[in-house]
């Protein structure tokens, strides 16, 4: 069974951080893409990944976010993070980690494994 958990969300003031945690469990985890995505309550979630790194480390990011955000994984821990600097009240959002061995099906939105998401809210 593939489960993704994820944990880390909190509340901050503008202009500080949070690290981001994404547990994999039931796959492969060096063979899969992985992504970040967000959605505000009320609001679509955002089509694309904010946030994507393929099976080989190659990472991608939504230009909102490029230069505050880093993505990054732990092949020991099956691990996926998501570093958040700088953060602005528009970050708020509930924050999703996602899986799926197409990295285009990741970066698009498309992916077959979804985690539950975790809360940042960001305070002016």
């Known amino acids: 069974q593939v489960q993704l958990a994820e944990s880390g969300g909190d509340s901050v003031q503008s202009g500080g951080s949070l690290k981001l945690s994404c547990v994999v469990s039931g796959l492969p985890f060096g063979d899969y893409c992985l992504g970040w995505f967000r959605q505000v309550p009320g609001v679509e979630r955002e089509l694309g990944a904010i946030a994507g790194i393929s099976d080989i480390g190659t990472t991608s990011y939504a230009e909102s976010v490029k230069g505050r955000f880093t993505i990054s994984k732990d092949y020991a821990k099956n691990t996926l993070y998501l570093q958040m600097n700088s953060l602005k009240p528009e970050d708020t959002a509930m924050y999703y980690c996602?899986?799926?061995?197409?990295?285009?099906?990741?970066?698009?939105?498309?992916?077959?494994?979804w985690g539950q998401g975790t809360q940042v809210t960001v305070s002016s």
């Open positions: 996602a899986a799926d061995n197409a990295r285009s099906r990741v970066v698009g939105g498309l992916a077959r494994y």
